[in-house]
């Protein structure tokens, strides 16, 4: 997501860095499918449950930054088709902070400007994956308490991975953000406990909190997805749990809602 302050953030740097340096990696069997999750501050809070998920499936690599916009990932994307992941999850939400998501004037874009752009960036990143071998799911951001950017973008990540899979290629989309919202898809600061989260990770009353205050992130707490998060933070949780749920099935090993299986067995 946007830095709070409003000021580009080193995207290009932190993110190579993240590559070689400070990316976590689970699982030990070079048989095993290599899994990579790109994305921004959303991504980067959820990879814990992400890889919690997938710890037993696949070897995975967090390559999320916060304040990342597609078009920061192209290089690192480039890359990695040298030695390309089985399966790419790449979760975008509208951040316009970096120098890469400025127009003419050296301004921000923004409205249809910035949805263009993230669109042919996401269709360049798309194609680039799916030419290099990998499976690409898109997944989709929750929305913020003051709506934002996130449901339009979904759509339009769901429309390009939809033309991709008409023409026999591996793309997918996948809706994480409802982890995150009401039934009926809209923000919520709390959502109903899952059967392992007690008073001590937060729940009361039945109801646990998923959103962090600011109404973008996820961390009860605060922070802004830049620290991490001091507590247990079931929006995290849940939402890097449902991408993980993608992979999956993508990879032919699960059917089912990762989450459903959670409630019914913890």
């Given at each position: 997501?946007?830095?709070?302050?409003?000021?580009?953030?080193?995207?290009?740097?932190?993110?190579?860095?993240?590559?070689?340096?400070?990316?976590?990696?689970?699982?030990?069997?070079?048989?095993?499918?290599?899994?990579?999750?790109?994305?921004?501050?959303?991504?980067?809070?959820?990879?814990?449950?992400?890889?919690?998920?997938?710890?037993?499936?696949?070897?995975?690599?967090?390559?999320?930054?916060?304040?990342?916009?597609?078009?920061d990932l192209l290089p690192l994307v480039e890359q990695?088709?040298?030695?390309?992941?089985?399966?790419?999850?790449?979760?975008?939400?509208?951040?316009?902070?970096?120098?890469?998501?400025?127009?003419?004037?050296?301004?921000?874009?923004?409205?249809?400007?910035?949805?263009?752009?993230?669109?042919?960036?996401?269709?360049?990143?798309?194609?680039?994956?799916?030419?290099?071998?990998?499976?690409?799911?898109?997944?989709?951001?929750?929305?913020?308490?003051?709506?934002?950017?996130?449901?339009?973008?979904?759509?339009?990540?769901?429309?390009?991975?939809?033309?991709?899979?008409?023409?026999?290629?591996?793309?997918?989309?996948?809706?994480?953000?409802?982890?995150?919202?009401?039934?009926?898809?809209?923000?919520?600061?709390?959502?109903?406990?899952?059967?392992?989260?007690?008073?001590?990770?937060?729940?009361?009353?039945?109801?646990?909190?998923?959103?962090?205050?600011?109404?973008?992130?996820?961390?009860?707490?605060?922070?802004?997805?830049?620290?991490?998060?001091?507590?247990?933070?079931?929006?995290?949780?849940?939402?890097?749990?449902?991408?993980?749920?993608?992979?999956?099935?993508?990879?032919?090993?699960?059917?089912?809602?990762?989450?459903?299986?959670?409630?019914?067995?913890?």
């Open positions: 997501m946007p830095s709070r302050s409003g000021a580009p953030l080193p995207v290009l740097t932190v993110l190579a860095v993240a590559a070689t340096v400070t990316s976590l990696t689970t699982g030990c069997g070079w048989s095993r499918p290599r899994v990579v999750l790109y994305g921004d501050s959303l991504s980067w809070e959820a990879a814990g449950g992400f890889q919690l998920e997938l710890r037993r499936d696949a070897r995975v690599r967090i390559s999320a930054v916060p304040g990342a916009a597609v078009c990695d088709a040298d030695n390309p992941p089985t399966v790419a999850v790449l979760q975008f939400s509208g951040n316009n902070t970096t120098s890469c998501m400025q127009g003419p004037d050296g301004e921000p874009l923004v409205g249809d400007a910035l949805l263009d752009r993230y669109t042919a960036d996401a269709e360049a990143v798309t194609s680039l994956l799916v030419g290099a071998g990998s499976s690409v799911i898109w997944a989709g951001s929750p929305v913020t308490r003051t709506g934002g950017q996130a449901a339009t973008l979904n759509e339009r990540y769901r429309a390009i991975a939809e033309a991709a899979a008409a023409r026999g290629e591996p793309v997918r989309y996948t809706p994480a953000d409802t982890a995150v919202l009401t039934p009926d898809g809209r923000y919520t600061d709390t959502l109903p406990c899952l059967a392992f989260e007690g008073p001590d990770r937060g729940c009361v009353d039945g109801r646990i909190r998923v959103r962090a205050p600011d109404g973008v992130h996820f961390c009860p707490t605060g922070g802004g997805g830049s620290a991490p998060c001091p507590v247990w933070s079931s929006g995290a949780f849940r939402f890097g749990t449902a991408m993980a749920d993608a992979v999956q099935e993508a990879l032919g090993e699960k059917d089912g809602s990762a989450l459903s299986t959670i409630r019914s067995t913890a």
